[in-house]
């Protein structure tokens, strides 16, 4: 199997050796290829670009793309299609229902004061205390999060819109706004469908890397397989 690559998380620190660590301690013949991890910090619109440029002459496999001004906001899903018509084997989500359970209205997303996105932080408790005791990189990350989460708050499904690949929700127990709407993402598939949950809350993908990656390995196994000629839908 082969797992390609593209972050924002630049070389200066261990995330992608822990990325590549983890990956290959489950799947040791796993073939991986960095793309690129020098894209700038939270740049969505840079990182899509790149994507788009080098996806076609990448050859079949995972591709792993993370630009994310920070985990853990009230985000809506975004499901992707190549311009070919390609589609996804199968669709990862986690903590957060589907579009489907997003406000229908078609009003445009309000700004969010800086008290607002400093409530979000503090709720999910994502971030680093470090982080939110200095002013001056609170300051540097509200505009950021400010506007990706008006480009994704825009975003609309249209109401037929459905998947045709599995999909699998991952949640965490004790994340209680968001877990028990995992079973939204039932009526987003044609395909199958499960829910895995973890202990822990909305970050419990922390303590939990190995056990999560080894979910979403053997579903992909089991994807991949089931689009070989001859295979059949076990029972």
Not at 21 to 45: C, F, K, Q
């Amino acid at each position: 199997m082969i797992v390609t690559l593209l972050t924002d998380y630049g070389r200066a620190d261990d995330f992608v050796g822990v990325c590549h660590g983890v990956m290959r301690s489950i799947e040791p013949d796993l073939r991986i290829i960095d793309i690129t991890h020098g894209i700038d910090r939270y740049a969505v619109r840079e990182g899509a670009l790149v994507l788009r440029n080098t996806l076609p002459f990448m050859p079949v496999g995972v591709h792993m793309a993370v630009v994310d001004p920070q985990v853990g906001t009230e985000r809506r899903a975004i499901a992707l299609r190549t311009g070919d018509g390609r589609t996804a084997v199968h669709l990862f989500v986690s903590g957060r229902g589907s579009p489907d359970c997003a406000r229908a209205d078609n009003a445009p997303p309000r700004p969010r004061s800086d008290r607002e996105l400093l409530a979000i932080l503090q709720r999910f408790g994502g971030t680093s205390p470090a982080i939110m005791q200095r002013p001056e990189l609170i300051a540097a990350l509200l505009p950021s999060l400010r506007s990706d989460l008006a480009l994704v708050e825009a975003y609309a499904v249209d109401p037929g819109d459905r998947v045709t690949c599995p999909i699998t929700a991952f949640g965490g127990a004790d994340d209680v706004s968001y877990s028990g709407s995992l079973r939204s993402w039932k009526d987003f598939t044609r395909g199958r469908f499960r829910v895995c949950i973890f202990p822990g809350g909305h970050f419990y993908f922390s303590p939990a890397a190995e056990a999560l990656a080894g979910e979403i390995v053997g579903d992909l196994h089991a994807a991949v397989d089931m689009r070989a000629p001859g295979a059949r839908l076990q029972p």
